[in-house]
C-alpha cells in the first residue's frame, strides 16, 4: 500500500434531507399528480378484459365452425 491511500479521509456525507425537503416533496408530488390528465384505470381494465372476451369468443367460433366442417353434416344440423 501507498503512504498516501493512508493519509485520504473519507468523503463526508451530503447533508440529511430534512423535514421540510421531505414535506416538499410530497407537495410536489401530490401536485403532479392532481395535474396529469385524469386517468380511469377501472376503464382500461374494462376495455382490457371486453377485448380479451372478444377474442375468446372469435377463437371459440372459428373452432366450432372448423370442427363442423370437418366432421361432416352430423354436427352442423
Same mark, same amino acid.
Given at each position: 500500500?501507498?503512504?498516501?491511500?493512508? /493519509?485520504?479521509? %473519507?468523503? %463526508?456525507? !451530503?447533508? #440529511?434531507?430534512?423535514?421540510? &425537503?421531505? =414535506? !416538499?416533496?410530497? @407537495?410536489? #408530488?401530490?401536485?403532479? @399528480?392532481?395535474?396529469?390528465? %385524469?386517468? =380511469? *384505470?377501472?376503464?382500461? *381494465?374494462? @376495455?382490457?378484459?371486453?377485448?380479451?372476451?372478444?377474442?375468446?369468443?372469435?377463437?371459440?367460433?372459428?373452432?366450432?365452425? /372448423? #370442427?363442423?366442417? @370437418? #366432421?361432416? %353434416?352430423?354436427? &352442423? =344440423?
Amino acid at each position: 500500500m501507498h503512504a498516501r491511500e493512508h /493519509e485520504r479521509k %473519507p468523503v %463526508p456525507c !451530503t447533508r #440529511a434531507r430534512s423535514s421540510v &425537503a421531505d =414535506a !416538499t416533496s410530497v @407537495r410536489n #408530488a401530490a401536485a403532479v @399528480r392532481k395535474t396529469e390528465s %385524469p386517468k =380511469a *384505470h377501472s376503464v382500461g *381494465h374494462n @376495455r382490457q378484459l371486453l377485448n380479451l372476451i372478444g377474442y375468446a369468443i372469435m377463437v371459440n367460433s372459428l373452432a366450432l365452425l /372448423e #370442427a363442423s366442417q @370437418r #366432421a361432416g %353434416p352430423m354436427l &352442423a =344440423a
